[in-house]
């Protein structure tokens, strides 16, 4: 795995980052002689971890805003006796 410095890095990026598509090439960056970070060729299965983190991180958002709703829900109705009663549809059981 070659190392760059990030002023190399930053002068040579587009050459860099077509040299790890292109040939698979790997690179660690370098912050004063330090690593700090590493680039890798974006794979298949990077795709699907990205995919599979987004959704849960939308399901997290979905779970809180139930909490949310149903904390603030102040009604003897409940939320599909409200939505039969909006649109003046039968409640089913």
């Given at each position: 795995?070659?190392?760059?410095?990030?002023?190399?890095f930053k002068n040579?990026?587009?050459?860099?980052?077509?040299?790890?598509?292109?040939?698979?090439?790997?690179?660690?960056?370098?912050?004063d002689g330090e690593?700090?970070?590493?680039?890798?060729?974006?794979?298949?299965?990077?795709?699907?971890?990205?995919?599979?983190?987004?959704?849960?991180?939308?399901?997290?958002?979905?779970?809180?805003?139930?909490?949310?709703?149903?904390?603030?829900?102040n009604s003897p109705?409940?939320?599909?006796?409200?939505?039969?009663?909006?649109?003046?549809?039968?409640?089913?059981?």
């Amino acid at each position: 795995m070659k190392q760059i410095g990030i002023r190399e890095f930053k002068n040579r990026a587009t050459q860099i980052v077509r040299e790890v598509h292109d040939e698979c090439a790997e690179y660690v960056v370098t912050v004063d002689g330090e690593p700090r970070a590493m680039l890798v060729p974006y794979s298949i299965e990077h795709a699907k971890a990205q995919r599979k983190y987004t959704h849960a991180e939308q399901m997290a958002l979905i779970d809180e805003l139930a909490a949310w709703i149903g904390e603030s829900w102040n009604s003897p109705l409940t939320a599909a006796e409200a939505v039969a009663e909006q649109r003046r549809e039968p409640v089913w059981p």
